[in-house]
């Protein structure tokens, strides 16, 4: 999984940099900073380092469910399951896309050897 994680967040950490340069409003940046260090970290193969960038996002945008998201996959990929499925359950709380939200809770049960 962790190969297909890094190719995955080098395209998402250009979108991120391209809506944010396009942005009519200025995107703040304690949001901005650590979801580009995020994204850098995964596409070097450091997911817990990821993992702890989308901390310092989601200290600041705590409702955003696509951080959610992609701080289980990072939580996941360093193997940490149990905050995986943390932020999986918050996922699901704001209503995030039920199938990836599912495949990424099936892994993370299967990490944990349930």
Do not use: C
Request: without cysteine.
């Amino acid at each position: 999984m962790l190969p297909k994680l890094r190719y995955r967040w080098i395209p998402f950490g250009l979108v991120v940099a391209i809506l944010i340069a396009l942005a009519p409003t200025p995107v703040p940046q304690p949001l901005v900073t650590p979801v580009l260090a995020a994204a850098q970290a995964l596409s070097n193969g450091i997911p817990g380092v990821a993992a702890v960038h989308f901390e310092e996002a989601l200290a600041f945008d705590p409702t955003n469910a696509s951080l959610h998201m992609h701080a289980a996959e990072a939580y996941l990929a360093s193997g940490d399951p149990d905050q995986a499925l943390a932020h999986l359950a918050r996922a699901e709380q704001l209503s995030v896309d039920e199938a990836t939200l599912e495949l990424l809770r099936g892994e993370a049960l299967r990490a944990q050897g349930d």
